[in-house]
């Protein structure tokens, strides 16, 4: 796919998925996820400019091949994967909205129908990190927080 998109002059994202669709969640196991999945993504964005890709994105690949715990240690080393993007030119992007890890993170599960708090909260997490875009379902809240987010404090204090 990298060398397609060069050779057609498109944009790539890269995504990290650990395993086959099939059976990535029944134990993915890491050393350092952070790290094994910048190291992934930091190769692939090399390969991605040395065959011309522009623009690049790349993405941690939340909950792909990933526990709730492998899922937060990435949120919270985010600005690690903005850094290495930035290094390439690229951008990251990041998917938490509704989420299966959402949902267990309280004192009892949630349906899917009840995580927009958690994607909201992850997504302005993510934004403030420095993240270049979040895929979402609920795009209006979205698109609320960016402007939230994004609109300087003089204008909401005068």
């Known amino acids: 796919m990298l060398g397609l998109a060069g050779e057609l002059d498109v944009g790539y994202v890269a995504m990290h998925a650990k395993g086959d669709p099939k059976t990535m969640q029944l134990n993915p196991t890491y050393e350092d996820v952070v790290e094994e999945v910048a190291a ?10 040395d065959l011309g890709v ?8 939340i909950g792909f091949g990933k526990t709730v715990t492998h899922n937060l240690a990435l949120l ?17 992007i990041v998917g938490t909205s509704r989420k299966r890890f959402l949902g267990v993170l309280g004192a009892h599960e949630l349906d899917v129908d009840e995580r927009l708090e958690g994607s909201i ?7 403030l990190e420095g993240v270049s875009m979040v895929r979402v379902h609920d795009a209006v809240a979205a698109v609320q927080l960016r402007e939230l987010l994004v609109r300087p404090v003089e204008e909401v204090v005068s």
Do not use: C, H, S
């Not at 992934?40 to 400019?49: E, H, N």
């Not at 522009?54 to 690949?61: F, H, T, V």
């Not at 909260?121 to 934004?127: F, H, K, L, N, V």
């Open 121 to 127: 909260a992850t997504e302005a997490w993510a934004m």
């Open 76 to 92: 919270a080393n985010i600005r690690r994967l903005v850094d290495l993007a930035q290094e390439y030119g690229a951008g990251v």
């Open 54 to 61: 522009r623009p690049l994105w790349i993405d941690p690949g």
């Open 40 to 49: 992934f993504l930091g190769d692939v964005a090399a390969k991605a400019r």
